[in-house]
């Protein structure tokens, strides 16, 4: 069975430094692996996604992730975190089940920008 | 742009009340899931759907059904509203194709805030 684990519900950064946002994943097959972002009071939207291939992926804004099969992760980063940044970040597996693709997140992790 | 459409974005019922929440996509996407999102709790998957009349359960189907009649619609039905199911209700859809570009990628509605009395 699927699972995603986000270590921290909430991180604190100041504005410049580097964000890391930590995912672990569980999955019986080879897995699609996405981050997700909600900015206040709006909709999720894909920030990157690793279906095959290179294991390391450039998002949106910066952002990216790396791929790491031995040890099922799938950290975010970005060097330097700007006030914009401040969101909630989820993690998600996706893999085939019985019939169709289930995709599943994790509990998610609010990031605070500090000027 | 995929538009993914939730026909209430604010409800208040009763306890013991039917409710219908209702979800249309305008993309031909195969795949569609409704979750809900509570704070520390992430998104919860309830059912999903990979094709007309197929269904799946998710991780919380408990109090919950779906009927997915044709394709672009998908409506979450709660028998029987209960105080714990207030919540935030998501509607995404996605289409399927391993390792296309934008396969399984989930495209939201704005979603649904419920509320039962």
């Known amino acids: 069975a699927q699972s995603v684990t986000q270590l921290g519900s909430h991180v604190s950064v100041s504005e410049g430094a580097l964000v890391l946002l930590r995912c672990n994943y569980s999955s019986s097959v080879p897995p699609y692996l996405f981050w997700y972002v909600q900015y206040p009071n709006q909709g999720l939207q894909l920030l990157l996604k690793?279906?095959?291939?290179?294991?390391l992926v450039k998002g949106i804004n910066g952002f990216e992730a790396e791929f790491k099969k031995s040890e099922t992760s799938f950290h975010l980063t970005k060097p330097s975190a700007h006030m914009s940044d401040a969101a909630e970040y989820f993690c998600?597996?996706?893999?085939?089940?019985?019939?169709?693709?289930?995709?599943?997140f994790g509990a998610g992790t609010r990031l605070f920008v500090k000027a | 742009d995929v538009k993914v459409t939730q026909s209430s974005r604010y409800l208040v019922k009763r306890t013991g009340e039917k409710v219908f929440l209702e979800c249309v996509q305008d993309m031909d996407h195969e795949n569609m899931f409704w979750y809900r999102q509570d704070p520390g709790l992430g998104l919860r998957l309830i059912y999903f759907?990979?094709?007309?009349?197929?269904?799946e359960k998710g991780d919380i189907p408990e109090g919950y059904s779906v009927s997915r009649e044709k394709k672009e619609r998908f409506s979450l039905i709660l028998e029987s509203a209960s105080t714990n199911q207030t919540s935030m209700y998501l509607c995404?859809?996605?289409?399927?194709?391993?390792?296309?570009?934008?396969?399984?990628?989930?495209?939201f509605g704005a979603g649904s805030r419920l509320t039962v009395l």
């Open positions: 759907s990979y094709d007309v009349k197929m269904k």
């Open positions: 690793y279906t095959t291939g290179a294991t």
């Open positions: 995404a859809s996605s289409f399927l194709g391993q390792g296309a570009t934008g396969a399984n990628v989930l495209t």
């Open positions: 998600a597996v996706s893999d085939r089940g019985t019939g169709g693709f289930k995709t599943i």
